[in-house]
């Protein structure tokens, strides 16, 4: 397996969560890439009681909303990097091909994937993406707004601003597609992925289930599990897709709460 080195790069992830799937995303890009360093900021209390080696964990306060996420990601991260580059990564986001790094994506303030559903401004995600500090430091500018989500205020709010007032570079849409993918296509070559659905391209059954078995419900039912139960099914994994299937549709509050082409795509699943 091809490594890539990373010498200007920090691996880093924020999850007060669930440490455990968030390491393990960390690890699983560790295999992939030699990094700079390597950062897991977690709340106090988990920061106390784990402990990883090659992992440097940082305690932070904690982060228990997606606005918190966007506010610490776009105003503090900055302030814990030492390198030019941070590779974020989250649980179901992470490094799976160290062959595909190339230094072209140093070249660019941000790099994430393509978003399918946009015409322009269309990169990107991030969930997993890799930025610059002059990004970070220009973010940092109080007429960006913290918004949520920050990948939205950073490559469609705030895009036009930076570009003008900090030349911030963001990826092509054709190098974001080598970069990584998270709802369009997966060509097979690319550095990295996003999302919960992409997980069986890289797991078979037994080791999927290891990881989605122990994640809090609260985690999983949510409609991005549904696309993984449609993924499944179009791969021919009709087993998994029914497993899953029935745990989400025995999660009633969340089921009722999905919209009404998500409950009749779980409910075509026999």
């Given at each position: 397996m091809t490594r890539a080195s990373l010498p200007r790069v920090t691996l880093a992830c924020i999850d007060c969560a669930d440490p455990r799937l968030a390491v393990r995303a960390m690890r699983i890009s560790m295999s992939h890439c030699d990094f700079a360093a390597a950062k897991f900021f977690t709340d106090a209390a988990h920061a106390a009681s784990f402990a990883e080696g090659g992992i440097d964990c940082v305690p932070i306060a904690a982060v228990k909303s997606s606005a918190d996420y966007s506010r610490f990601v776009m105003k503090d991260l900055v302030g814990y990097l030492d390198t030019d580059f941070v590779q974020l990564v989250q649980w179901d986001g992470y490094v799976?091909?160290?062959?595909?790094?190339?230094?072209?994506?140093?070249?660019?303030?941000?790099?994430?994937?393509?978003?399918?559903?946009?015409?322009?401004?269309?990169?990107?995600?991030?969930?997993?993406?890799?930025?610059?500090?002059?990004?970070?430091?220009?973010?940092?500018?109080?007429?960006?707004?913290?918004?949520?989500?920050?990948?939205?205020?950073?490559?469609?709010?705030?895009?036009?601003?930076?570009?003008?007032?900090?030349?911030?570079?963001?990826?092509?849409?054709?190098?974001?597609?080598?970069?990584?993918?998270?709802?369009?296509?997966?060509?097979?070559?690319?550095?990295?992925?996003?999302?919960?659905?992409?997980?069986?391209?890289?797991?078979?059954?037994?080791?999927?289930?290891?990881?989605?078995d122990g994640m809090p419900e609260e985690r999983f039912a949510t409609p991005a599990s549904v696309t993984l139960v449609k993924y499944l099914s179009n791969l021919g994994r009709q087993r998994e897709a029914l497993r899953y299937a029935q745990r989400l549709r025995a999660n009633h509050a969340a089921y009722s709460a999905l919209p009404q082409g998500f409950r009749a795509l779980l409910d075509s699943v026999h």
């Open positions: 799976t091909n160290g062959a595909a790094w190339t230094d072209e994506f140093l070249e660019c303030d941000y790099v994430g994937a393509r978003w399918f559903f946009r015409e322009t401004n269309n990169v990107g995600n991030g969930g997993f993406s890799l930025r610059s500090r002059r990004l970070l430091e220009a973010l940092r500018d109080p007429l960006i707004d913290a918004a949520d989500p920050e990948d939205v205020a950073i490559c469609v709010t705030h895009r036009g601003f930076l570009e003008h007032a900090y030349r911030i570079r963001f990826a092509t849409a054709e190098l974001a597609d080598r970069y990584a993918f998270e709802g369009t296509l997966r060509k097979g070559n690319e550095f990295g992925f996003h999302r919960i659905f992409n997980l069986p391209f890289f797991h078979g059954e037994a080791e999927l289930a290891q990881l989605l």
